[in-house]
């Protein structure tokens, strides 16, 4: 007995076996398998202290997308997962909870500290991961890396002393951005700006001789205890006279210099700014063109250091308040003026970053720099959309050396010792080096590395690289890297030029960059917001098909979209049509089956619908071919619901209930062919859905269509005569529904139908499709002919190219009814006319009536007198 689909679908009925049933048939495992072809992805890997997040859904449904398609097209497909050791916001977690216990770092040592650190990865770290499976990720699960696990680790040491060996990693001080919340440094790409309303403080500063005093505006008042110059530009005639003479610094009342330096603007402000080589990049180079001292006034946590008695201890804008106070009570302070300014922020805790110089770990970028953005310029490697090659430039031309040091213990700790004896310094892929001057233990260094440094590798170090492994040799480089825009400056950069540094090629050939999934009022989802959207609290509501089916339709490449629960509800609709569409043919299969392989003879409607799947197999495939996964997404759609269900299915609904019919295995052969490769075509974004009818079609439990293969185009399915004898008739199905629509006709209400042509062509596609014409066109009888009688007098005409459809009116409507019916209607709309008439003739409602109630009211007499004006002449037409 054949297996059926149960009435309703449930996608919590499916989704989770059929989940474990891929798993445990290793359909989602990839071998080296020279025969085959490769197409890999990285998964960019989550953070362990994550839960997913729509821009997880996103993310991971386009590569899924991606991975099915190809390994359905008999690609090796490999689609490598892991995770991310987050060691700024992994490490803040930990922190945290031990704070509710009483404890700091500090209490117990770095080795206790990780102790707890890899406890709450094992409890917590897995989390994201069960989650990505919710989604349907088809993902190598036998392959899941993490970044710190052995092989990643390896990875990490013999890049840093490779680069250090030749000089691209020192160790130096130099500005760098502070966080002095996570109280680590932290990379450019990590800071974020936003505009912050603000001050200028117009300051005055006394020249040393007595001779004058020079003004000067500042953001910063608080630095000021740290300048250490003031500056003016070399071609500014008017401070010519100041340079090299010296000022008094405001309240710490030290002499410093005044510099020229073509880094001043002398449009802006005054044309004098304050030099503070310690919190400021800018300043900084000035200070080195300089040879200025440098004077840190803070603290980690950005408080006044204890050199500063009157502020010492106070938080950096506690302190402005004070110094501000103080400027203007010893005369220093001009004015005040408001300006807003952008401001650098820690993308991880949102406090504003402090410019501090500090001894740091740094990569040289230049050299690396070069190489990454010839390759994309080549087309060694491209974006889609192609205009973020210009974020990708932009980022790499203006890159400044990269601080990869963090202040942090969970992370790669750096791979470089000190000799505390002897003070020698070295680097080494050993755990536990001796110093070889003078044979004593050596002392790592203890910061740890920025955890984009170990993610940069990833797309080689999870093939197994620095080893040279048959899977570094056979699925490297990799095939497609999927990610949002946001992170091209962290990531997608940092692997390029990383990749092509240690394995002389480009990590992918693809970047396919979307966009953020935004609220249905088009805000960024965030906690503050408190706008974020669950994506499990979906897949328990609508089921992962709807979701994914949803996160995809209407998505373009690079665009952000919004995303509404109406939609959600749309795609779980369209996931209910194809079940019911599905159950209905499987309703109608005989027992013994249909064999696809042999094609029986076709009639006009069956050709058509074989044909335009034939279109749509082609274009789909094409489409996925160009990233366009949104425009394919709806053309499968459109061709299920539209055409194959809306039109097709009621199309044959007359063949399969005749068993008189000649053509009903005709009818039969098609459906279940078409559905069995519609359902293909789906597969790669509803893969739920898809599998459970796919195997109850094929009566076959132990099969999976995420193994069939992919639909192909074929010449002898190119059905085009027969597919425009089909249009036409539809065309004129939609004429006669239309028009029945407009004289409110009950599709219970059938007539006779007269298609009236000279062209014998026409009159013969009318012919031999009358069946499922007379069924789709509301007729009891079709009758075809090349004039039109007299009895056709007082019918109603749809015309049509070469053919006019003639349908007697006395069939659509009864016509005793009919007057009665719009006689009422007259009656009704006479009296909201004279009502409406009143009021907008009554001077009291006009004088005192909002303007919109009055423009309203004017709306509603305008519908009203349409309405009559309409019903009159249905009136007259009948009386007549």
Not at 78 to 84: A, F, M, S, Y
Not at 186 to 207: N, P, T
Request: negative net charge; proline residues 4%; glycine residues 4%.
């Amino acid at each position: 007995m054949k297996k059926e689909l149960e009435k309703t679908y449930n996608p919590s009925d499916i989704e989770d076996r059929l989940y474990q049933k891929w798993m445990d048939k290793k359909y989602f495992h990839a071998e080296v398998d020279r025969s085959k072809k490769p197409f890999t992805i990285v998964m960019p890997p989550p953070n362990i202290t994550g839960q997913l997040h729509m821009g997880h859904a996103l993310d991971n449904t386009l590569q899924d997308i991606l991975i099915r398609y190809k390994r359905m097209q008999g690609f090796n497909a490999l689609w490598v997962p892991g995770t991310d050791h987050a060691s700024i916001a992994t490490e803040a977690k930990i922190v945290e909870s031990m704070r509710a216990e009483g404890i700091t770092k500090e209490d117990i040592g770095r080795d206790g500290f990780l102790e707890r650190a890899w406890e709450w990865k094992r409890q917590y770290g897995g989390r994201i991961v069960s989650q990505l499976k919710k989604i349907g990720s088809s993902c190598d699960w036998d392959r899941e890396r993490f970044t710190m696990d052995q092989g990643c680790n390896e990875a990490v040491k013999e890049v840093f002393v490779n680069l250090y060996n030749e000089g691209l990693i020192y160790r130096g001080e130099r500005i760098i951005n502070w966080c002095p919340h996570c109280l680590t440094s932290i990379s450019d790409a990590e800071v974020e700006h936003e505009d912050q309303a603000g001050h200028f403080w117009h300051l005055r500063y006394e020249l040393s001789d007595g001779s004058g005093a020079i003004q000067l505006a500042t953001t910063r008042p608080e630095t000021l205890l740290g300048d250490t110059a003031i500056a003016v530009n070399p071609k500014d005639e008017r401070y010519a006279d100041y340079v090299g003479k010296t000022v008094i610094l405001p309240l710490v009342h030290r002499e410093i210099p005044v510099v020229a330096d073509d880094y001043v603007d002398m449009e802006f402000g005054t044309g004098v700014v304050k030099i503070t080589p310690a919190h400021d990049p800018n300043d900084f180079e000035v200070g080195l063109r300089h040879n200025l001292p440098i004077i840190n006034v803070m603290t980690d946590d950005a408080k006044i250091v204890d050199e500063y008695e009157a502020y010492a201890g106070m938080d950096r804008y506690e302190a402005r308040k004070k110094i501000v106070e103080d400027l203007e009570k010893e005369g220093a302070l001009v004015k005040v003026e408001d300006h807003d300014h952008n401001v650098g922020v820690c993308y991880r805790c949102g406090v504003t970053v402090e410019p501090r110089v500090s001894e740091q770990w740094f990569v040289k970028m230049k050299p690396l720099a070069e190489p990454a953005i010839e390759a994309v310029k080549k087309d060694d490697t491209r974006f889609v959309p192609e205009y973020f090659e210009k974020t990708y430039f932009h980022w790499l031309e203006n890159i400044r050396d990269w601080c990869i040091s963090r202040q942090l213990w969970w992370g790669h700790q750096i791979p470089a010792f000190y000799c505390d004896d002897c003070g020698e310094m070295i680097v080494t892929k050993e755990n536990e080096p001796v110093c070889p001057k003078c044979g004593k233990k050596m002392r790592q260094d203890p910061d740890t590395l920025d955890t984009w440094f170990s993610s940069a590798l990833w797309p080689f170090s999870t093939l197994g690289w620095p080893n040279e492994t048959e899977e570094m040799d056979y699925f490297y480089p990799t095939s497609t890297l999927v990610t949002g825009y946001d992170i091209i400056p962290f990531w997608v950069m940092r692997m390029m030029f990383s990749g092509l540094k240690q394995t002389g090629k480009v990590p992918f050939d693809t970047v396919l960059i979307h966009g953020l999934v935004r609220d249905s009022l088009g805000r960024k989802m965030s906690k503050s917001l408190g706008n974020g959207i669950d994506p499990l609290e979906i897949i328990d509501s609508y089921g992962a098909d709807a979701l994914r089916f949803t996160l995809i339709t209407g998505n373009a490449p690079g665009n952000d979209m919004r995303f509404y629960n109406e939609r959600v509800e749309a795609s779980r609709n369209f996931a209910n049509k194809v079940w019911n569409a599905s159950r209905f043919i499987m309703m109608n299969l005989p027992d013994e089956g249909i064999d696809l392989n042999v094609m029986p003879e076709l009639t006009d409607a069956d050709k058509w619908i074989v044909s335009s799947l034939n279109d749509v197999i082609k274009d789909v495939t094409d489409n996925l071919d160009k990233y366009e996964l949104g425009i394919a997404a709806d053309k499968i759609y459109n061709f299920i619901w539209e055409q194959f269900c809306d039109w097709y299915i009621e199309m044959v609904k007359p063949r399969l209930w005749n068993d008189e019919d000649e053509t009903k295995a005709a009818a039969l052969w098609t459906l279940k062919m078409v559905l069995t490769e519609a359902l293909k075509l789906l597969h790669p974004y509803m893969p739920f859905v898809t599998e459970e009818i796919y195997c109850t079609l094929m009566d076959d439990s132990d099969m999976s269509i995420m193994v069939s293969d992919w639909p192909v185009y074929k010449t002898e399915y190119d059905f085009a005569e027969e597919k425009a004898s089909v249009e036409r008739i539809k065309e004129a199905v939609k004429g006669i529904r239309n028009m029945r629509s407009q004289m409110n006709v009950p599709p219970s209400r059938k007539s006779a139908v007269y298609v009236v042509s000279q062209s014998e062509e026409v009159r013969s596609i009318f012919e031999n499709n009358k069946v499922f014409f007379a069924a789709l066109g509301y007729a009891n009888n079709v009758v075809v002919t090349d004039t039109k009688d007299d009895s056709l007098a007082d019918a109603v005409s749809i015309l049509i190219h070469e053919a006019a459809i003639y349908i007697p009116f006395a069939e659509l409507v009864d016509v005793a009814k009919e007057i009665e019916r719009l006689t009422n209607e007259q009656k009704k709309l006479a009296g909201e006319l004279a009502r409406s008439e009143k009021m907008l003739s009554n001077e009291k409602f006009i004088s005192k009536a909002p303007q919109s109630k009055i423009d309203e009211e004017i709306a509603k007499q305008k519908k009203y007198q349409d309405m009559m004006n309409q019903v009159t002449e249905r009136l007259e037409a009948l009386t007549k």
